[in-house]
């Protein structure tokens, strides 16, 4: 009985680890298909261009950084 | 009532790409999701040609079928939608789909890829007409606003026909007739089973 | 002379392109109506047609402008053959290989019964025949496994048997939940099938003494045991079932967790139709399992419940081994050096 609930036990725990890791690697649709070829604003306000690094939320629209 | 169908003149079609950027901007569609695309033939050799696909909205829909949660439905217009609600992502319409129109919006490990997505013909889904919670989900229902979808409205050189099946074969024909060639309806045979006999 | 040289010139040019336009405009007239093509051509003459794509390759491919590269396939027919299989076959096959098994079993309860224990001198005294990490593997891969069954069975039957049941929006979140399962759980249960693999391969690998105990039916009929060792025949074909069963699903399983990773549409196809299949025969095969671990055979639970079973028991189905594990210590039945006792 020890051996089938420390079975049920592990079994759980290791489909739970699986699950983290995989949603972690878990990309969406907008990083995947990402393309570098297009850039419709200034690259330093960053907000028009989803970009690869893109984390869902839009940055602040802070000063351009001049460069 | 009308069978809505979908019919892309090839010989037209000039890939400009507007009916997917009119279809991506109309229902706020992610980036990355594409709902409608064109596929480009022969690409740079002689006799290219382009084709606009998406959902064709099959007769006896593969995609409907395979459903393991049974979320797709058929509407009095024949267009085929599904609720997103019951959809549990597991991707067999992908898979079973003639045009590869299901998409999801996330690709890596299927176990939590999402609900799937796909074109609606402009028709929305199972939600009231013109709800938020319908366009959240599912775009902009253009079909009952007595519009057709944007990306056949507004095709420049109307390629792409959509509308009522024997209407837009009957305008694919005459267009065959006139200047004396057509490639035919692609992909009618697989969705419907038939095609446009010129 | 220049000039007449130039003169000349024109002259020739002049009437070559007389000549040129006199010829093109017979064929502009011949051609020419309102709309029509003004080349005289066809200009499909070339270009590509379905009917013609179909008979060099059975889908469509080209090329496309964005970075899904799935989105390339134009027209696949196959996703009909595949619809085809999922509704048409697998329905009727999966409930045939399940509900088949299940009657067999049946039959084989009501005309052979229960095997029960023969009394003996050894009945009551008890040796230790899995010890607790076996049985760890051994629960954690079963339990699992019914699971993935019970998910991987509502694939197929969810929207026959339990949707008009409960309700389409009820069923959604169901088989979502058991989808999470059926991924999630099969990664212990893939670890599960390489530890038994560790564990029991020794024990397992076909030698003579299986083929006599196949000649004897495995004393189902009749009243003689073969003799067998640690596992009989009938054990270590289960246990090679679950292990190319096993690895089977997991590959096809694999490939389908991580979608177009390594293959495109076709390969997923393919993936998918050999992975319920082979689940069905797996169904099956372990429906088998089940019944002569429990119901069919009085005294083989226990080799999985407390990982103790009756000497007497051990005696007559597993002779060999008893001996084999009473050689090792002088004093006849007791655990094994490296065992643990359970409980």
């Known amino acids: ?9 592990v079994a759980v725990a290791i489909g739970t680890l699986a699950a983290m890791l995989l949603n972690q690697q878990q990309r ?20 028009n261009l989803v970009g690869p690094h893109w984390n869902g939320v839009t940055p602040d629209p802070e000063k351009p950084s001049k460069s | 009532m009308a069978r809505m169908k979908f019919l892309c003149d090839a010989d037209r079609c000039i890939e400009c790409n507007a009916c997917v950027t009119a279809c991506k901007n109309e229902h706020e569609v992610p980036w990355g999701i594409n709902r409608r695309r064109v596929v480009t033939l022969n690409d740079g050799k002689p006799g290219e040609r382009s084709v606009s696909m998406a959902c064709m909205h099959c007769t006896d829909a593969p995609c409907a079928a395979v459903c393991p949660v049974n979320c797709f439905y058929t509407t009095a217009d024949a267009v085929v939608l599904h609720s997103k609600d019951i959809c549990i992502g597991c991707g067999y319409c992908f898979y079973a789909c003639p045009f590869g129109a299901p998409q999801y919006p996330k690709v890596g490990n299927f176990g ?5 997505d796909k074109c609606t013909y402009c028709a929305g889904g199972p939600e009231s007409d013109f709800s938020t919670i319908e366009y959240e989900k599912y775009g902009s229902n253009r079909l009952a606003e007595g519009k057709l979808p944007l990306c056949a409205e507004m095709c420049s050189t109307k390629a792409l026909l959509a509308g009522d099946g024997e209407m837009i074969a009957q305008i694919y024909k005459q267009r065959v007739i006139k200047r004396g060639y057509g490639s035919g309806a692609w992909g009618w045979k697989t969705a419907y089973r038939e095609t446009v006999a010129i | 002379m220049r000039r007449t040289l130039t003169t000349f010139r024109t002259l020739v040019a002049a009437t070559i392109l007389t000549a040129a336009v006199g010829a093109s405009s017979t064929s502009f007239a011949q051609q020419t109506r309102d709309g029509m093509n003004p080349t005289g051509q066809n200009p499909t003459a070339e270009s590509v047609n379905e009917e013609f794509l179909f008979k060099q390759d ?21 996703g009909r053959d595949y619809r085809d299989f999922r ?3 697998l329905p009727w096959l999966s409930a045939l290989a399940v509900l088949g098994a299940v009657a067999l079993l049946g039959l084989f309860y009501y005309f052979r019964g229960r095997i029960l224990m023969e009394r003996g001198p050894d009945t009551g005294r008890k040796i230790l025949r899995f010890n607790g990490f076996e049985r760890f593997a051994h629960w954690m891969t079963s339990s ?3 699971i993935l069954a019970l998910s991987g069975l ?7 048997l339990l949707m008009p049941l409960i309700g389409a929006d009820a069923f959604g979140v169901v088989a979502q939940y058991a989808k999470f399962s059926h991924i999630y759980l099969a990664w212990p249960f893939m670890i599960g099938v390489a530890l038994m693999l560790v564990l029991w391969l020794k024990d397992n690998i076909p030698n003579k003494i299986d083929i006599d105990w196949i000649k004897a039916f495995g004393g189902f009929v009749g009243d003689k045991h073969p003799s067998a060792g640690r596992f009989n025949a009938g054990q270590k074909m289960v246990f090679w079932m679950v292990i190319g069963f096993g690895s089977a699903m997991s590959v096809t399983g694999l490939m389908m967790i991580f979608p177009f990773a390594l293959t495109d549409i076709t390969g997923m196809q393919l993936m998918q139709v050999i ?3 082979i689940g069905i025969a797996f169904i099956a095969g372990i429906l088998a399992h089940i019944y002569i671990g429990t119901l069919g055979m009085e005294g083989a639970y226990d080799a999985m419940g407390s990982g103790k079973v009756d000497l007497g028991w051990a005696k007559v189905h597993h002779d060999l081994w008893v001996e084999e594990e009473q050689a090792k210590t002088a004093s006849g039945p007791q655990l094994g050096r490296h065992q643990v006792p359970a409980e």
């Open chain 3, 144 to 146: 699992c496994f019914i």
């Open chain 3, 154 to 160: 509502n694939y197929i039957f969810g929207k026959r």
């Open chain 3, 87 to 89: 509704e048409r076959w």
């Open chain 1, 1 to 9: 009985m020890k051996a089938f609930i420390i079975a049920l036990v």
């Open chain 3, 275 to 277: 992975h319920a299949l």
């Open chain 1, 28 to 47: 969406f649709a907008y990083q995947a298909f990402t393309t570098s070829g297009t850039r419709v604003s200034d690259p330093a306000g960053h907000s």
């Open chain 2, 112 to 116: 939590s890829r999402g609900k799937m």
């Open chain 3, 58 to 78: 059975p889908k469509i491919t080209g090329r496309i402008s964005i970075p899904d590269g799935k989105a390339a396939h134009l027209i696949q027919p196959a």
